[in-house]
């Protein structure tokens, strides 16, 4: 009988998720996906987790939950850096020992630790690793992973054009946030219900936005060593500099302390530029839907009204429109 491995559809699986399944399945495990998050999942994250942690890794806590006992083992990959020279949230590098710490009960964790900025010797050990914990020998982990890198790349869906004419949104935020529905109370959605089209960073890969957060420390500013810190500076920035959006809304979650630094800059840098609204949108187990939407249409409306025949009656101080 081949091992059921639980997948937790959270975190890091909404970038990496395609990979993890199918280097399931090479291994020759049945991978048994959590469901799309919901208020159960989310109560029983909340009843688990820390409650100094963010709102996503809370969630993730819930879709543990929700696998502990219906599999033989989890899949908890402790992501260390997926690039030289930058790192990973600290609570994403902890979050197997966080698990295993808080869940009573929870399946054997197979956590093999994913650090770019070590070496290929060190990735090769962690193959190995991977392999023994999946019952496979190296050279199988190995070309199982090569095929489910390559299957991913080939399933990576193109980013949708916006429409001619609508207002563009720019929209910044971890795609663990964005990419969940219940996380973000459908804001992608929700903007473009309002009539404008959303451009989500999370849609550049790491080369384009690495590109502009170098070029912005080539003007004197210091680099980020958070690898999704930088996406968001990255894209910030590039919108700023070559206006591809009339507005930004940047998504955090309350209670992440590199993404509370993160939004500051990027406040600083879009006040630099003086003509960018930027809406800033904190969110914890507490936000409601009707806050959101009344804030996204006041936001949309303002966008409008300074890309528009009335753009002189709104104030243009170069200020961010922040709501918070």
Partial sequence: MNLAVGVPRGLLFHEYGPIMLELLRQCGA?????????REILQAGLELCV???????KV?????????????????????SVEPRAYICPKLMGLPDMIRARVCGAPRLVDPCIDMSSGLSRIASQVAALGQA???????????????????????????PAPSGAIRIGILGHNYALRDPYISLDL???IRRL????IQACDYSHRETAGWERERA???AKRLFWTYGRRLVGAAYRWLETGEVDGIVHLA???CGPESFVAEVIQHEASKHGDMPLLCIDIDEHSAEAGLTTRLEAFIDTVAMRSGEYARYVPTSGQPVDTR
């Fill in 195 to 198: 009539g404008a089209a959303p």
């Fill in 253 to 255: 979650s309350f209670g």
């Fill in 51 to 57: 409650d100094e942690a963010c709102l996503p890794v």
């Fill in 188 to 190: 992608v959605d929700k």
């Fill in 218 to 220: 080539r003007r004197g």
């Fill in 134 to 160: 999946l019952g496979v020998g190296r050279g199988r982990a190995a070309i199982a992973l090569v095929k489910s890198i390559d299957a991913a790349k080939r399933g990576s869906p193109e980013p949708e």
């Fill in 30 to 38: 049945r991978p048994v996906l959590s469901p799309v998050t919901n």
């Fill in 60 to 80: 993730f806590f819930g879709h543990v939950a929700y696998l502990s006992g219906k599999v033989d083992a989890l899949l908890v990959p402790r992501f260390v």
